[in-house]
């Protein structure tokens, strides 16, 4: 199974991590974000996939492709954000942190907004 490569990866990062910073701090950083990076390609064709079934299952329901591509930059931007943020995390820039996820949260109410109008104008079209 995939999960096990991947835990299997991050263990063993996390403890090439604690045995380097021992000696050279600065590239326990480093290891971490080539250990997320590997991470990500690992999981890149899983996601392929994913956008695949969802535009099969929009074709059929007819829904607006442009809503289901915005959820998912919208959950794409919650991903990357987060990665970042725990990324300064880890190197102890908790102020950083903050504001990446702050901008990742204002990306997201803009990109947000269509879809928002879509059902508002919906709920209004509804009401007698």
Same mark, same amino acid.
């Given at each position: 199974m995939e999960i096990f490569k991947i835990v299997g990866l991050g263990i063993t990062a996390t403890i090439l991590s604690v045995i380097i910073k021992q000696y050279k701090p600065e590239y326990?950083?480093?290891? %971490? !974000? @080539?250990?997320?990076?590997?991470i990500f390609l690992l999981i890149v064709g899983k996601l392929a996939s994913i956008l695949k079934v969802m535009e099969q299952l929009t074709n059929k329901m007819e829904i607006d492709l442009i809503y289901v591509k915005s959820i998912f930059k919208i959950i794409g931007i919650a991903y990357i954000s987060e990665f970042g943020a725990q990324v300064c995390r880890?190197?102890?820039?908790? %102020? !950083? @942190?903050?504001?990446i996820e702050f901008a990742g949260k204002i990306l997201i109410m803009v990109l947000a907004l269509p879809i928002l109008l879509s059902v508002l104008n919906l709920i209004v079209k509804l009401i007698p």
């Amino acid at each position: 199974m995939e999960i096990f490569k991947i835990v299997g990866l991050g263990i063993t990062a996390t403890i090439l991590s604690v045995i380097i910073k021992q000696y050279k701090p600065e590239y326990g950083i480093h290891i %971490s !974000i @080539a250990t997320g990076v590997i991470i990500f390609l690992l999981i890149v064709g899983k996601l392929a996939s994913i956008l695949k079934v969802m535009e099969q299952l929009t074709n059929k329901m007819e829904i607006d492709l442009i809503y289901v591509k915005s959820i998912f930059k919208i959950i794409g931007i919650a991903y990357i954000s987060e990665f970042g943020a725990q990324v300064c995390r880890d190197s102890g820039e908790e %102020s !950083i @942190a903050l504001k990446i996820e702050f901008a990742g949260k204002i990306l997201i109410m803009v990109l947000a907004l269509p879809i928002l109008l879509s059902v508002l104008n919906l709920i209004v079209k509804l009401i007698p």
